[in-house]
T-cell receptor, first 113, second 112 residues
Framework: KAGVTQTPRYLIKTRGQQVTLSCSPI?????VSWYQQTPGQGLQFLFE???????NKGNFPGRFSGRQFSNSRSEMNVSTLELGDSALYLC????????????FGAGTRLSVL | KQEVTQIPAALSVPEGENLVLNCSFT??????LQWFRQDPGKGLTSLLL?????REQTSGRLNASLDKSSGRSTLYIAASQPGDSATYLC???????????FGGGTRLMVKP
């Protein structure tokens, strides 16, 4: 069974640009969550999508947005990039019951110059 | 607001030693607690999941315990090996969605 796939693995952007990251969950999983990991703040929850609906949202500005498609694949978009957005972005998939294991992808490393 | 703390932040031990990693959380109303491993520059690998009604879970050389009332969990690693070197993270799920709150992690180095 294929794991969680995130693309691309690495991205370099400049300030003010926008970026879209993609996450394909494990087959059969309906929940996709996104996290930002930085050396200073650690792992922080961005948002979760379940059956194409945003179910939870963390404390991030509106520049961070996401969506989920009918096949459960999810995209995350960051507009007007800032230097502080440089981070490892991780997505996790699960069945979505709240009682099951969350499986993480390898992440997308975003560098903002 | 749920806060998760892991102590120590870093740990270095000789190969073969048994060790314990600690995790504490401030709000005991959790659904479950999950332990993860992260290798440098990589994603997270789930090690153990403990539901709120459980006291412990075991997988191979790993044993995780949960004491919800005191807001604590421990990860016990038996007979440590150099391949166990990684950062270990604990995370709690405390609402009906899938929002995990993570601790800062313990960086473990096992020396041959």
């Amino acid at each position: 069974k294929a794991g969680v796939t995130q693309t691309p693995r690495y991205l370099i952007k400049t300030r003010g640009q926008q970026v879209t990251l993609s996450c394909s969950p494990i087959s059969g999983h309906r929940s996709v969550s996104w996290y930002q990991q930085t050396p200073g703040q650690g792992l922080q929850f961005l948002f979760e999508y379940f059956s194409e609906t945003q179910r939870n949202k963390g404390n991030f500005p509106g520049r961070f947005s996401g969506r989920q498609f009918s096949n459960s694949r999810s995209e995350m978009n960051v507009s007007t990039l800032e230097l502080g957005d440089s981070a490892l972005y991780l997505c996790a998939s699960s069945l979505g019951s709240g009682f099951d294991i969350q499986y993480f992808g390898a992440g997308t490393r975003l560098s903002v110059l | 607001k749920q806060e998760v703390t892991q102590i120590p932040a870093a740990l270095s031990v000789p190969e073969g030693e048994n060790l314990v990693l600690n995790c504490s959380f401030t709000d005991s109303a959790i659904y479950n607690l999950q332990w993860f491993r992260q290798d440098p520059g990589k994603g997270l690998t789930s090690l153990l999941l403990i539901q709120s009604s459980q006291r412990e879970q075991t997988s191979g050389r790993l044993n995780a315990s949960l004491d919800k009332s005191s807001g604590r969990s421990t990860l016990y690693i038996a007979a440590s090996q150099p391949g166990d070197s990684a950062t270990y993270l604990c995370a709690v799920l405390h609402n009906a969605g899938n929002m995990l709150t993570f601790g800062g992690g313990t960086r473990l180095m096992v020396k041959p």
